[in-house]
C-alpha cells in the first residue's frame, strides 16, 4: 500500500471516531452508523403525553443565574455527554429553561463539527505521528501488549491504528467502556439540545469547540497515557460500573451523589511514583480546574452582554468548591438550584 493511500485510510477511520465527538470527559462510540444530525423528528425524545407514561422522570441539575443590579438571567445546566434518552423524560423545568433562553451553549457544537470535514482531517492530521515513529515506541511494550489484546478481545484493533498517538488509543478504549455501560453519545444531552436548537432556529455558543478539546487532550506527555491506558484496561469491570453510576447519579441530580465522582478526573493513587503524582495533579488542573474557570468566565462574559443563555456543559464542571457554582457565588452572583425543588 503506498504511504499516500494509507494516511487516506488512516484518516477515514479517525473520522468515523471524531464524528460522534468527544465525551465526559471524552467517549467516543463507534456506533456510527446512523448521522445524529439527520435525526427525524420522531427520534428526539418527546414530552407528550403517551411518551410521559413509557419514561422515566429524571431530575438533572439545573442552576438559575441572576445578580442583583440586572434583569438578564441565565440557566446552567449540567450534561452528561453520553446517556440514554430513550428511556428517559425530560422534566418540563429543563426544558422552559431551554424556552426561555434565545441561545444555547456548549463546550463543542459536536453536530455542526462533524459537517466541517476540513476542521475534521485537521484535527485527524494532528493525532498521526509525522515523525516516522508509532505507538510502540511511545508505549512500554508491556502496555501496548496489553492495549493491543484489550481491542483484539473488544474487535475494535487494526494495525493502522498504531500510527496514531496515545489519545486515540484512550478513546478506543473510553468508547467501549461506554458501549458495554448501554450508553451511546448520539443519545448524550448534548446531541438532543443541540439538535432541537438548530431545528429551533436558536444561536448556539460554543464555550471551548473541538479543536480545542483536541489540542488539549493531545497536550499531556505518553507516560500520563501510559498510565490511563494501563488503569483503564486494568479496572476495566469497575470502570463500567463507575460509569453506570455516573449516569444514574447524573438522572437525579444529587449534588452528594454527584460529588463522589467531581473531586477529580484521575485519582492519585498510593503507589504512584512523584513523578506519575505530578503527571496526574497537571492533568487534573488542566482538563477540570483551569477549564472551570474558563468556563466560568465564559458564561459571566456572555451575562454581562445581557445574552439569556442555557449554558449546558459537564455536569461535574459545576460542582464541588472549584466547581462553576462556586466560582460564580464567590463572584458575587446568586446561584439557585432550580432541580432541587422537585426532588
Not at 80 to 108: G, M, R, T
Not at 141 to 154: A, D, G, P, S
Not at 158 to 187: G, H, I, R
Not at 256 to 261: G, R, S, T, V, W
Request: with cysteine; charged share 25%; hydrophobic share 35%.
Amino acid at each position: 500500500m503506498k504511504k499516500k493511500d494509507k494516511i487516506i485510510y488512516l484518516l477515514i477511520g479517525l473520522i468515523i471516531v471524531l464524528s460522534i465527538g468527544l465525551g465526559s470527559y471524552y467517549f467516543l462510540t463507534k456506533n456510527n452508523n446512523s448521522n445524529p444530525s439527520n435525526n427525524s423528528n420522531n427520534d428526539i425524545p418527546r414530552n407528550n403525553e403517551e411518551e410521559n407514561t413509557k419514561k422515566e422522570e429524571i431530575t438533572p441539575l439545573l442552576y438559575e443565574i441572576t445578580k442583583e443590579g440586572s434583569n438578564n438571567k441565565i440557566y446552567l445546566f449540567g450534561s452528561i455527554h453520553a446517556a440514554n434518552l430513550k428511556n428517559v423524560n425530560f422534566p418540563k423545568y429543563v426544558l422552559n429553561a431551554y424556552n426561555d433562553s434565545h441561545y444555547i451553549a456548549c463546550e463543542a457544537d459536536i453536530v455542526a463539527y462533524q459537517e466541517n470535514t476540513a476542521l475534521v482531517l485537521s484535527d485527524t492530521l494532528k493525532m498521526l505521528y509525522s515523525d516516522n515513529t508509532t505507538i510502540k515506541d511511545h508505549l512500554s511494550e508491556e502496555t501496548y501488549n496489553k492495549l493491543v489484546n484489550f481491542l483484539k478481545e473488544k474487535k475494535i484493533y487494526s494495525s493502522l491504528y498504531d500510527n496514531y498517538q496515545p489519545f486515540f488509543f484512550e478513546s478506543l478504549v473510553s468508547n467501549a467502556l461506554m458501549e458495554d455501560a448501554k450508553l451511546d453519545a448520539t443519545e448524550g444531552i448534548d446531541y438532543y439540545f443541540l439538535n432541537k436548537a438548530k431545528k429551533d432556529n436558536k444561536k448556539i455558543l460554543e464555550v471551548e469547540g473541538m479543536a480545542y478539546q483536541t489540542d488539549l487532550l493531545l497536550s499531556f506527555k505518553d507516560e500520563l497515557y501510559e498510565l490511563m491506558l494501563s488503569e483503564l484496561i486494568n479496572d476495566y469491570d469497575m470502570e463500567v460500573e463507575s460509569l453506570k453510576n455516573l449516569y444514574e447519579a447524573w438522572k437525579k441530580g444529587n449534588i452528594n451523589d454527584l460529588l463522589k465522582y467531581a473531586d477529580d478526573d484521575i485519582d492519585v493513587k498510593n503507589d504512584y511514583t512523584k513523578e506519575q503524582i505530578e503527571l496526574v495533579n497537571d492533568y487534573n488542573q488542566k482538563v477540570v480546574k483551569d477549564r472551570n474557570i474558563s468556563m466560568t468566565k465564559k458564561l459571566i462574559e456572555y451575562f454581562n452582554n445581557n445574552q439569556d443563555v442555557f449554558y449546558m456543559v459537564g455536569t461535574l464542571h459545576l460542582i464541588g468548591d472549584d466547581g462553576i457554582a462556586n466560582l460564580l457565588t464567590k463572584e458575587g452572583f446568586t446561584v439557585k438550584q432550580i432541580n432541587n425543588s422537585v426532588n
